[in-house]
């Protein structure tokens, strides 16, 4: 498609539970990105892939998060176990080449994650 | 370690006039940088973009300054409208080996007056 689309808009889970959030790139892009925004606030980036590969996780906590992107499906980003502090809007970016033509990261709508 | 940051979470301009907001980095070593819009219920919107090898760059109706001796970017919009209110962040392109991650700043709330 010609925008980014992420799944679902909304999720609510209980302290604990998992919680799996999708996002389906602009058609021809292969580099996606995950951050996470809380409270509106700044972002902090999460993971990054190009194609089915891990780009670059530096900012993925090393519990609980896992994420992935299988060829001809949604990228997913799962969170085992969740807790309060989960609670955030997580946004998709896609990008034909990023560090190149650097205004070409399009960002989703986001998935809003509510952990009571 | 890298930030960026913003001086003020909110503005609040008259419609017509012109809006300006601040942004400071504190990567010296940062050399590209954007401003992204955000609107309620929305992701990220890029804005305009400037390299380190530039002090100034324009695009419709903003303008972004960079001051890479005191670190300092604004980003400057001309007769602000009602749908110029929104959040807004400045970034800069992070982590080595040039990966593309984003690095964002705090974001400054921009409400236009009617």
């Known amino acids: 498609g010609e925008e980014v689309a992420q799944t679902p808009k909304h999720l609510v889970r209980g302290e604990g539970q998992k919680a799996k959030l999708y996002c389906a790139p602009i058609?021809?892009?292969?580099?996606v990105f995950w951050y996470q925004q809380v409270l509106k606030n700044e972002f902090k980036f999460l993971i990054s892939?190009?194609?089915?590969?891990?780009?670059?996780e530096t900012g993925m906590p090393k519990e609980r998060f896992s994420a992935k992107c299988l060829p001809n499906s949604p990228c997913s980003l799962e969170i085992q176990a969740t807790k309060l502090e989960d609670s955030a809007v997580y946004f998709c970016?896609?990008?034909?080449?990023?560090?190149?033509?650097?205004?070409?990261?399009?960002f989703g709508p986001g998935t809003r994650l509510t952990v009571l | 370690g890298e930030s960026v940051g913003l001086h003020l979470p909110t503005l609040s301009v008259q419609e017509g006039d012109n809006s300006i907001i601040n942004c400071a980095y504190s990567?010296?070593?940062?050399?590209?940088f954007i401003w992204y819009k955000q609107e309620s219920g929305k992701g990220p919107q890029f804005i305009i973009d400037?390299?380190?090898?530039?002090d100034k760059r324009q695009g419709q109706r903003v303008t972004v300054l960079l001051n890479k001796t005191v670190k300092h970017l604004s980003l400057q919009i001309a007769a602000t409208q009602p749908g110029d209110s929104a959040v807004y962040f400045c970034?800069?392109?992070?982590?080595?080996?040039?990966?593309?991650?984003?690095?964002f700043g705090q974001g400054t709330t921009l409400q236009v007056k009617p």
């Open positions: 970034a800069e392109l992070g982590g080595s080996g040039n990966t593309g991650k984003l690095i």
């Open positions: 892939f190009q194609n089915e590969n891990v780009f670059d």
């Open positions: 058609k021809g892009h292969s580099y």
């Open positions: 990567n010296s070593a940062s050399d590209y």
């Open positions: 400037i390299r380190s090898n530039m």
């Open positions: 970016a896609s990008s034909p080449r990023p560090g190149v033509s650097y205004n070409e990261q399009f």
